[in-house]
């Protein structure tokens, strides 16, 4: 037997108050409210898709490779700035290399070791940046131009490496998360933090093998061939591993 109850039924633009339902009354009235708010819901979504589905959106696996990128940079930062910082040109620590680099990057190839003197790209791409950012050196207080620049250039060369890495684990059927593992022991071992934050060359060495590697594996020998020989000016042990 139903009981007497009092309800208060709001509409959109009048209250009207209803002092005595039923509970079949009550229940009907509930489910025509709802049965309302459900219809301007429905109604709101369809606009909704309507406007989304002329918005043009872009390809998901081109931000996928754009954050992958980033994510081993930020990672490349994080393990070789303090090899940056604290490197001193007077106080090499056995790393008497980078003296040389620099002074190629200064346009100096004469008081240099003949073996060296073919190892010119990284130098040359460290020129070009400290002349770009040079006028920036006294507002941006930048002590060490020649370190500076030769750090930008060593650090992008790393992060592409490691993104050829990691895409080179992927072809050989590693997932996502032992590939970016991979990638992180590449960037964080002892031998990359020194050539990405020291003025060297060998971090173009190191592009130059996995390079080689994934062409090999991906069967591009043209492209392999055409890029010869600016893969032999990395370091001459390259030229080994090409020939192979």
């Not at 872009?58 to 490197?87: C, E, M």
């Not at 992060?159 to 032992?178: D, K, V």
């Not at 071992?189 to 060359?201: A, D, H, M, Q």
Request: proline share 2%; hydrophobic share 45%.
């Amino acid at each position: 037997q139903s009981t007497l109850l009092g309800l208060k039924v709001f509409g959109r633009r009048s209250r009207k108050w209803h002092p005595v339902l039923r509970t079949s009354d009550k229940k009907m009235a509930i489910l025509s409210v709802c049965n309302a708010h459900i219809k301007k819901l429905l109604l709101y979504l369809n606009r909704c898709n309507l406007k989304s589905s002329m918005i043009v959106v872009p390809d998901s696996r081109l931000f996928r490779k754009i954050f992958i990128f980033f994510l081993l940079l930020g990672f490349a930062y994080l393990t070789s700035y303090q090899q940056y910082r604290h490197f001193d040109i007077t106080d090499t620590r056995g790393v008497s290399d980078a003296l040389t680099y620099i002074r190629m990057s200064n346009g100096d190839y004469q008081n240099i070791a003949s073996h060296h003197s073919h190892r010119f790209i990284v130098p040359l791409f460290a020129q070009i940046i400290r002349n770009l950012i040079s006028p920036l050196s006294n507002t941006l207080n930048i002590t060490n131009l020649d370190c500076l620049s030769f750090y930008l250039v060593n650090i992008f060369i790393s992060t592409l490496t490691s993104n050829i890495l990691f895409y080179l684990m992927r072809s050989q059927g590693f997932s996502i998360e032992a590939s970016l593992l991979g990638c992180f022991i590449f960037l964080g071992s002892r031998i990359t933090i020194i050539s990405t934050g020291t003025p060297l060359v060998e971090s173009l060495s190191y592009f130059s093998v996995i390079y080689i590697i994934y062409s090999s594996i991906k069967s591009k020998y043209n492209l392999l061939v055409y890029t010869a020989p600016f893969i032999v000016l990395t370091k001459e042990t390259t030229l080994i591993l090409l020939l192979l």
